[in-house]
């Protein structure tokens, strides 16, 4: 039940209501993946839930582990999905990423997963890229688009501080560039900090790899440099 239940919140965390909704189907599976992983790491609470409460604020919150501050994500007056940082009890978001920030994503660009580090100190983040390759055939359909944003495509991985000060892009993903992810979805850590795994959408053709194309999942390990954070020994553990 704990699988299931995290599989769902996460699945839920990257749609927002009143919005069409693609059916993020890989997502959910290679999402399981990630907890089962995590919870053979020694992780038997990575995917607990604690308790689900009616939030003061809109949207799904997503807990820091001192479970007082929490990120969430809507829309801003133009539409574009933006991360915000709320406290428990108060009604109050504080937007971090409303503004263009060196090192960080552009305002214009929407922002989605949030997945917060063990220590509390970094918050992550998929956000829609500059650039990227868009279907000629659904580059006309905003919703469209955004629902596979939402599903991790076209997206790269960012790292922020819980003040929205400091950024850190942590992957540098590409379209039809050959063995270069295009977008991910995650990631999950491991309770210590030290491992995280997600996966990366390798080959859109869902011709040659149905229904949703080629994934990877990823593990690596984590770090911390002079208060950098960093991905190393990155291996594909596609079971």
Same mark, same amino acid.
């Given at each position: 039940m704990r699988l299931m239940a995290c599989m769902f919140i996460n699945m839920v965390a990257t749609n927002r209501e009143k919005k069409p909704f693609i059916p993020c189907k890989i997502f959910v599976l290679l999402t399981l993946i990630g907890c089962v992983f995590i919870r053979t790491a020694g992780a038997d609470d990575a995917c607990a839930i604690k308790e689900i409460k009616r939030s003061e604020a809109p949207g799904v919150k997503v807990y820091a582990p001192d479970r007082k501050r929490f990120a969430v994500n809507k829309e801003d007056e133009k539409g574009t999905i933006q991360m915000y940082m709320g406290t428990e009890g108060s009604d109050t978001l504080t937007c971090i990423t409303?503004?263009?920030?060196? $090192?960080?994503?552009?305002?214009?660009? @929407?922002?989605? *997963? !949030? +997945? %917060? @580090?063990? +220590? $509390?100190? %970094?918050?992550? *983040?998929?956000?829609?890229?500059?650039?990227?390759?868009?279907?000629?055939?659904?580059? %006309?359909?905003?919703?469209l688009i955004e629902g596979w944003l939402q599903c991790g495509i076209w997206t790269n991985m960012y790292a922020v501080s819980p003040d929205g000060k400091t950024w850190h892009r942590m992957t540098d993903f590409k379209s039809n560039v050959k063995g270069v992810a295009d977008g991910y979805t995650g990631p999950n850590f491991t309770p210590d900090g030290k491992q995280a795994v997600w996966s990366q959408i390798i080959d859109g053709n869902v011709f040659k790899? %149905?229904?949703?194309?080629?994934?990877?999942?990823?593990?690596?390990?984590?770090?911390?440099?002079?208060?950098? !954070?960093?991905?190393?020994?990155?291996?594909n553990i596609t079971p």
């Open positions: 409303c503004e263009d920030i060196e $090192g960080g994503p552009k305002k214009r660009r @929407h922002k989605m *997963m !949030p +997945s %917060w @580090h063990p +220590s $509390g100190q %970094w918050l992550f *983040m998929s956000v829609e890229r500059d650039k990227y390759a868009k279907p000629f055939l659904a580059s %006309w359909n905003k919703d790899y %149905w229904p949703f194309g080629r994934w990877d999942l990823i593990l690596a390990d984590f770090e911390e440099v002079d208060g950098v !954070p960093r991905f190393t020994n990155l291996r």
